[in-house]
């Protein structure tokens, strides 16, 4: 089982960036994916999921509005679209699997059972 994130990047406030996340050896397409995000010194916390079905859920207010996530399980792979970014957004961003047993989105990060390795988001000027 694998999930593997890219895309995180230097950039400037006001700016653009695709975080993808690429899964192998799980169905991918039975399974919720949340992106999550953890900035030096704090919590890790929710961004926003989507469902098996691709029911969406935000779990940031910040990132409601700017930010889109979506999925294609024909490459078995999960996106955040980032938009508007602003210096509070830096932070490593995961992704996360939790199998959905039809009860769609999980909130908490200890109820996902695959993550990936992260990758850095620095916004910046």
């Known amino acids: 089982v694998q999930l593997v994130e890219s895309g995180g990047d230097l950039v400037q406030p006001g700016g653009s960036l695709r975080l993808s996340c690429a899964a192998s050896?799980?169905?991918?397409?039975?399974?919720?994916i949340g992106w999550f995000r953890q900035a030096p010194g704090k919590e890790r916390e929710g961004v926003q999921c989507?469902?098996?079905?691709?029911?969406?859920?935000n779990f940031a207010d910040s990132a409601k509005g700017r930010f889109t996530i979506s999925r294609d399980n024909a490459k078995n792979t999960a996106y955040l679209e980032m938009n508007s970014l602003k210096p509070e957004d830096t932070a490593v961003y995961y992704c996360?699997?939790?199998?959905?047993w039809g009860t769609g989105c999980r909130h908490h990060p200890w109820e996902y059972d695959y993550w990936g390795q992260g990758t850095q988001v620095t916004v910046s000027s």
């Open positions: 050896g799980f169905t991918f397409s039975s399974y919720a």
């Open positions: 989507i469902s098996s079905s691709s029911g969406r859920t």
């Open positions: 996360a699997a939790n199998r959905d």
